[in-house]
């Protein structure tokens, strides 16, 4: 009896110890935020806008495919007011599924390019992250290497490091080429990947980068802030590693290189609509665009911001224009057809 | 919800997607399932009985240390041990510098990793029960076997192990169930099963109706594995018969030796290996955050646990004891499908409670009895989460406790005119002891590890060690994931050694 006495105290200790999670009920102004993004320098983010207007940020960070139907299983009653992801997939699912609602605000227009918001307001882009190649400087010259598409090619078999099919960044750059080629093309060319890979899809885009140090492949894909991130480490490891890489922005000469977003909406249950759309307008302003830049080495959506020293100096480059509504939709086309490939 | 799914209209693209890869899925789930379960068994029951009925030096301390490897979540031991044995790692680099080209080119991200890594995170739950079966297991019918001429190998064949029969099967249905749900390790080492399967319709294709049906189809082989083994183990019952303290077996200097060697050998690559790679790590490149503000990081996670452990433990023995007295099949079916949450990939079943709390707060709503949100993101939510999640931990850990009760007590205790409920507090709950500490132990450390639904439940602001390794390691910053690993490492070691020590004091 005694185990039982103490399993019902732990219960009620338990119960008085937490903290309630009411967020919904506090006087002050409140804003409940949805996010996908796992970056420790956000929480800057959050507490200067906090220090500018005097509203308090009640934050779940997850993953955007649950919180997407963590939304959906709340329905109506949902606390979120403003969403955010990491890729402009999701948010296209999010807009599809009815969780986001269209804001009209003439500073967004003017801030953010067209191809990084919804058509109809439904989602805007906050930062721009370019899908490139980076390559083992002492066994590949950048001379080499021209587009996407030519990593398909027969010369990069067995030296191409690339992960999994399934992750979203690759879900949007196979989406985009699929709007630029046509299905019957696209899945040729990840036919092409698929057998120039130097091993099985494994890891994050780290590990991509790590691998072609090792020299288990020689060229990658990978996410610029990623190769900044090793470049910026404090740990010499890290920086001995990203010595070795070199980046390059493909499609130079004609489309440009991939660039997604990570980007967010307004709920459309959304308590607390003014204060959402007001986030979203500080997240275009430049003090939030250069927090982006710096803190997670990403590239601010509004045009003359400064970027972190390390981006800058691989210097300007031509992106691919096309919405990212677009290549959004496109991402479970490109999930199948990538598997029919054999790209894991 | 699960159920429901199976009258959905199927989706065209998760058909096609169907046709591709599951082939590839399934295959490699039975043989990722069929290679941990078999090499955890064997881990786990070989490990046990040496300690257990073995003069081994150092009996004691391997008594705990065996467990420890349970301290760490599973995917942090496939991060540690990647880390180590891939490419870029510094075993193989070491091996590259010193033999060049003619280094093995060994390929740890695949199946075989998978298995090893797997095995070694979960055989501590073959291990635990299998102990918990030897130190039940009846000392005078092993005498009577010695008496009768049996060696050590044929006692434990033909008296020992089927009298822990029950008890060993219920830790490998954990182990079993835990590796058809492991989503996050496997994927790391780039073995795609039907879990992947799941994810990639749900979350890739936005299909959670085909997610669904797929789920619904784990389920149903789950409950079919687990029928079966009842159906082979047929209507013997095993009761402990009691007896004095256990006669151990004496060993000669080799074959101490080779105990010690198999006994350490988990330990090291489950705990010392890995406590040696993120203590590098958090060393070299720690969370800056460390500090005041893991306090209430330590706080949610330690008070969850515990407050998890008891109500879950609670549930499972109303729910064990339903069971025993209505001695109902269909009881005992529905007792044991309430328990299935544990096969079913975590980030999915909490997908599903979400729903259900959604549906209850509105029906609430409907009733007029409250407006807006009540169960939804709220402790409560989360505490229904993991009760749905590990009463399969707790409820295994008294049925596996109670088959070893033997019947005539019942009988015994009724002709004195003793009711249920005294039957139970008098003489159920001191020989379950061993059986339910296990239990709450294996909850408490679930619930520090427990990401999936902790992350999607949980309320505003609030974080515990497991979201903060995982927000971390999701972001590709892995050495910084070390602080939080090695916190809750250490949080879950204290009630590992507890228990031990409480278990172990009983047969010294």
Known sequence: MALIRLALVAVLLGLLALPQGAAAQQPERVLNLYTGRHYDTDQRLYDLYSAFTGVKIYVIQGDADQLIQRMVSEGRNSPADVLITVDAGRLWRAEQLGLCQPVVSDYLASRIPDHLRHPDGYWYGFTKRARVIVYAKDRVSPSELSTYEDLADPKWRGRLLVRSSSNVYNLSLTGSLIAAHGEPFVEEWARGIARNLARTPQGGDTDQLLAVAAGQGDVAISNTYYVARLLASSNP???????????????????????NISGGCVASN??????????????????????????????????????????????????????????????????????????? | MVLHSLTLPADPLWIELSAIVLPTYLANTVLLVVGVGLSALVLGVTTAWLVTMCHLPGRRVLDWLLVLPLAFPTYLLAYASTDLFEYAGPVQSTLRRWFGAAAPGIEFRSLPGAIAVLTIALYPYVYLFARAGFLRGSATLLQVSRALGCGPWRS??????????????????????????????VQYFAVDTFTTGIYLTWFALGSPAGAMQLAAFLLAGVGGLLALERVARGGGRVADAGGGPLPRYPLGRLATAGALTICLLPVVLGFILPLGVFGRLAVEAGDARLGVDYLPLLRNSVVLGATAAGLIVLAAIALGYAMRIAKSRFVAALVRFSA??????GSVLSVGVLAVIGAFDRGAN?????????????????????????????????????????????????????????QMARIHLPLLRASLLTGALLVFVDVLKELPATLIVRPFNFDTLAVRAYQLASDERLSEAATPALTIVAAGLVPVIMTSLALGGRRR
């Open chain 1, 237 to 259: 490891e890290d920086r001995a590693v990203a010595e070795k890489l070199g980046v390059f922005f493909p499609n130079q000469n004609d489309r440009g290189t991939h660039v």
């Open chain 1, 270 to 344: 959304a308590p607390h609509r003014a204060e959402a759309i007001e986030f979203l307008e500080f997240l275009a302003s430049d003090g939030a665009q250069a927090i982006f830049a710096l803190g997670n080495h990403e590239y601010p959506v509004v045009a003359g911001q400064a970027l972190s020293p390390i981006i800058e100096q691989w210097g300007p480059f031509r992106e691919d224009t096309i919405s990212a509504a677009v290549f959004g939709a496109n991402n479970p086309r490109a999930l199948l057809l990538m598997n029919r490939a054999g790209w894991r």
């Open chain 2, 156 to 185: 434990f064949f033909t008296v020992a192990l089927p009298l822990a029969r029950p008890a060993i099967v219920a830790g490998l249905a954990l182990v079993l169930m835990e590796t058809l749900a492991e989503f996050g390790a």
């Open chain 2, 340 to 345: 299935l949450g544990y096969a079913v990939p």
């Open chain 2, 366 to 422: 409907a009733l007029g009895l409250a407006a807006g949100l009540v169960a939804g993101g709220s402790i409560g939510a989360l505490l229904y989460a993991y009760g749905v999640r590990f009463l399969a931990i707790a409820l295994n850990a008294v049925e596996s406790g109670l088959a070893t009760v033997r019947p005539e007590f019942d009988a015994a205790a009724r002709t004195l005119g003793i009711g249920p409920l005294r």
